[in-house]
C-alpha cells in the first residue's frame, strides 16, 4: 500500500482521476492546524486503503496549487474530495475521521460489489468446448519402398 501523493500540478491531479477509478484528495496548508491534526489519520487510510488503479490518495497544498483551489471552490481547509472517474462525487469540510473512514469503507464496498459483478459476467460467458477426437492406426512396411499407412 502506499502513502498519499502529493499533487504538484492541475495536469498531475487531472491524469490520476483519469487512470484511477477513485481518487481521494485532502485539499490543505502547511500552516493549518486541523490539517496538521488529520493528517497522520489520513496518511494511514492511504497506507491500509490504497488500490493502484481503483483507489488513490493524495495531498494537494491549496497555497502550492492555487489553481486547483480555485477550481473546485475551497473556502476551508481541510477539505476532502472524493472523485470518481474524475468527476467530483462527494466533498467533506471537516476534521472528522469517522466520515472519511466512512467515504473509504463505502468506497471499497463499491470496488468489491464491482468486482464481483465483473467476475460473475466472467463466469458466464460462454465458454469455448472443444470437441476430443481419437485417432488410432497402424502402418505396415514391406521392403524399403512401398509404405503403407492406414488411419482409421
Excluded at 491534526?37 to 493524495?58: C, D, E, H, K, R
Aim: charged share 20%.
Amino acid at each position: 500500500m502506499a502513502t498519499p501523493t502529493q499533487i504538484t500540478a492541475p495536469l498531475h491531479l487531472t491524469t490520476l482521476a483519469g487512470s484511477t477509478t477513485y481518487v481521494l484528495a485532502d485539499f490543505y496548508a502547511d500552516w493549518c492546524g486541523p490539517c496538521k491534526t488529520i493528517a497522520p489519520f489520513y496518511s494511514q487510510l492511504s497506507t491500509q486503503n490504497t488500490v493502484p488503479g481503483s483507489l488513490a490518495f493524495v495531498k494537494i497544498n491549496v497555497d502550492d496549487q492555487t489553481e486547483l483551489a480555485s477550481k473546485y471552490s475551497i473556502r476551508t481547509i481541510p477539505t476532502f474530495i472524493l472523485f470518481k472517474n474524475g468527476k467530483v462525487e462527494q466533498t467533506l469540510n471537516a476534521v472528522n475521521p469517522n466520515a472519511l473512514k466512512a467515504i473509504v469503507q463505502k468506497v471499497k464496498a463499491e470496488l468489491a460489489a464491482e468486482a464481483k459483478k465483473a467476475e460473475a459476467k466472467k463466469a458466464e460467458a460462454p465458454k469455448e468446448v472443444v470437441e476430443e477426437k481419437t485417432v488410432s492406426g497402424s502402418y505396415g512396411m514391406t521392403g524399403g519402398n512401398g509404405w503403407k499407412t492406414s488411419l482409421n
